[in-house]
């Protein structure tokens, strides 16, 4: 079991930045691959981006490429996912989740194919 909890959501002006942390406990961090989603109001849960098991790749979904950045710390058991640019339309509950073993999220799968998933966190983007 992998329990993950994320942190850093809020509220933020558009043009503003916000970091997200997830820390996780449980079976070991480093042989999960990790990923970030949002789900906004009315809409379908997003998977946002992915990092590979050392940090060494990473996968950003189109709508937030060159914006947001994901990272990891494995020392740390955390995964990060800092958000520049934010635009109201990232307005959205985000949830992070792990994938154990080194295969990446699945968009065709239930949930992404993902194992464990955090409770979320809401981020606010005003106009």
């Known amino acids: 079991q992998v329990q993950l909890v994320e942190s850093g959501g809020g509220l933020v002006q558009a043009g503003g930045s916000l970091g997200l942390s997830c820390a996780a406990s449980g079976r070991s961090f480093s042989r999960n691959v990790m990923g970030w989603f949002r789900q906004a109001p009315g809409k379908e849960r997003e998977y946002l981006a992915a990092?590979?098991?050392?940090?060494?790749?990473?996968y950003y979904t189109d709508s937030v490429k060159g914006r947001f950045t994901i990272s990891r710390d494995n020392a740390k058991n955390t995964v990060y996912l800092q958000m520049n640019s934010l635009k109201p339309e990232d307005t959205a509950v985000y949830y992070c989740?792990?994938?154990?073993?080194?295969?990446?999220?699945?968009?065709?799968?239930?949930?992404?194919?993902?194992?464990?998933w955090g409770k979320g966190i809401l981020v606010t983007v005003s106009s």
């Open positions: 990092i590979s098991l050392s940090g060494s790749s990473t």
């Open positions: 989740a792990a994938k154990y073993g080194g295969s990446w999220p699945d968009p065709s799968a239930e949930d992404y194919g993902m194992d464990y």
